[in-house]
C-alpha cells in the first residue's frame, strides 16, 4: 500500500502543475533592436528595423542572421503590420537600444510616432533617442555593410560617451514620456549624421519645445550649457589665453571641473521675467603648455580669462534656447511657483524669448594637479 501512495502522489503533483504556459521562446522572434522613423511626401511615415533573426543549430547554440525590414504607411498600426509580415516571427522591441528620428519628422509633434513604444508593455525603456540629419533610415540602411549587433551598441556607447563627457542630457524613452506628459517641460535629444565613413557621429543636441524640434545646438554649446543645467555637467574645459604666447597651440589650458554649485534668481520687472544665474566652479588644472608650473598670479589670470569665457559663451548659448523657445533652465516652473499671478496673466511662449537671463560665473582653481 505504501508503495503505491509513493507512486501515486508524484503522479498527481505532476498533473497539477500549470506548466510553462506563458513561454516567449527567442527563435520565434525577430529581436528589433534598431528602429528608425521618417515623414515622407503627403504625410506617410516610413519606418526601419533592424532585427537579429534566431534560428536554433541544436545543442544549444543559436545562429543569428541580422535583416533590416522597411514599411511605408500612413500611420504606424499599418506600419507595424507589414513590418510582421517580412521574415519569419513576430517583432520582439523588448531590446531595442535605439530609436532614431528623421530631421522631417522631429520637426513635427514626435509623441504620435513614439506613442505605441510607450504603450507596449514589453518596450525598452532606457533606449535612446536620437534625431538623424536627414533620413534616418539612411543610418538604418548603413547596416548592410556592417554587423548590426556590433554598430548598434557603437551608436549606444557613444551617446553615453557624450553624455559624461560633454553634458549631453541623459534622455532616455523613460525620461521622455514624463517631459511629454509635464506641461510646458522641454528637452534636448542628441543631433546625429551619418558622415562618410558610414558611421554615425553626434553633432550637438536637438533643441523641443512642445515635442516639436525647434533648434539645433552645437557639441561646444551643449557643454557650455550643461554648467547651468541641474544635472550631470561636462567634465573638462578649455581656456584660451591669446595672451600666453604666439603660438595657438600654446594658448589654451585645460581644466577639469572638480564641483561646480548653480543658484538662480528671479524678478518680474515692468511685466517681464528677469533671471540671473550664478554659477561657482572649483577646477584644478589638467593641462598647462609650459615646463615651467603657473605661478599664482598666472593661477589667477586663468580663472579670470575662465569666468569671462564662460559668460560670454553662456550669452551665446542663451540666445540659442530662447530663439528656439525652449525652456531647458525650467524658468517657467519657478516663474509659476512663485510668481503665480503674474504668470497666469503672461504667453509665455511670447514672453520667453524677449526675457533677460543674465549668467555670472566664479571660478577657483584649487589645485595645479600632479605636476608641481
Known amino acids: 500500500m505504501r508503495t503505491i501512495k509513493t507512486i501515486l502522489l508524484p503522479l498527481l503533483l505532476i498533473a497539477l502543475l500549470t506548466g510553462c504556459w506563458d513561454q516567449n521562446l527567442l527563435v520565434e522572434n525577430k529581436i528589433i533592436n534598431n528602429i528608425s522613423f521618417d515623414l515622407e511626401k503627403e504625410n506617410t511615415i516610413q519606418s526601419a528595423v533592424t532585427a537579429l533573426n534566431l534560428s536554433a543549430k541544436g545543442g544549444g547554440q543559436f545562429a543569428i542572421k541580422p535583416s533590416v525590414y522597411t514599411a511605408q504607411a500612413s500611420n504606424l498600426a499599418d506600419i507595424v503590420d507589414r513590418l510582421s509580415k517580412q521574415g519569419t516571427g513576430k517583432m520582439d522591441i523588448s531590446k531595442t537600444s535605439m530609436i532614431f528620428l528623421g530631421e522631417s519628422l522631429a520637426a513635427e509633434d514626435i509623441y504620435p510616432f513614439l506613442e505605441r513604444i510607450f504603450r507596449t508593455p514589453t518596450s525598452n525603456l532606457g533606449a535612446k533617442v536620437t534625431v538623424i540629419k536627414g533620413k534616418a533610415i539612411d543610418a538604418l540602411q548603413a547596416h548592410k555593410q556592417q554587423q548590426l549587433d556590433i554598430y548598434s551598441d557603437s551608436i549606444l556607447r557613444l551617446i553615453n560617451e557624450s553624455e559624461r563627457r560633454d553634458g549631453l542630457p541623459r534622455e532616455t524613452v523613460s525620461t521622455l514620456l514624463t517631459h511629454m506628459t509635464e506641461p510646458g517641460d522641454d528637452f ?40 547651468l543645467l541641474p544635472h550631470r555637467y561636462a567634465i573638462n574645459y578649455s581656456v584660451q589665453m591669446t595672451e600666453l604666447d604666439p603660438n595657438k597651440i600654446k594658448q589654451f589650458v585645460n581644466v577639469k571641473l572638480d564641483s561646480i554649485r548653480r543658484n538662480m534668481n528671479l524678478r518680474v520687472v515692468d511685466k517681464t521675467a528677469q533671471a540671473s544665474i550664478q554659477v561657482s566652479i572649483k577646477a584644478e588644472i589638467l593641462q598647462y603648455p609650459f615646463f615651467s608650473p603657473p605661478t599664482e598670479q598666472r593661477i589667477h589670470d586663468i580663472e579670470e580669462a575662465m569666468e569671462d569665457q564662460l559668460v560670454n559663451e553662456m550669452k551665446e548659448v542663451i540666445a540659442v534656447v530662447q530663439k528656439a523657445n525652449n525652456d531647458c533652465l525650467n524658468i517657467a516652473e519657478r516663474l509659476a511657483a512663485f510668481y503665480p499671478d503674474f504668470w497666469k496673466s503672461v504667453n509665455w511662449d511670447e514672453l520667453y524669448p524677449k526675457i533677460e537671463i543674465e549668467p555670472t560665473v566664479t571660478v577657483k582653481i584649487m589645485s595645479n594637479g600632479i605636476m608641481k
Open 188 to 227: 534636448i535629444l542628441p543631433y546625429s549624421a551619418l558622415e562618410e565613413d558610414k558611421l554615425i557621429h553626434i553633432h550637438g543636441g536637438a533643441l523641443f519645445h512642445h515635442r516639436i524640434m525647434t533648434g539645433k545646438i552645437s557639441l561646444r554649446q551643449i557643454k557650455v550649457l550643461s554648467y
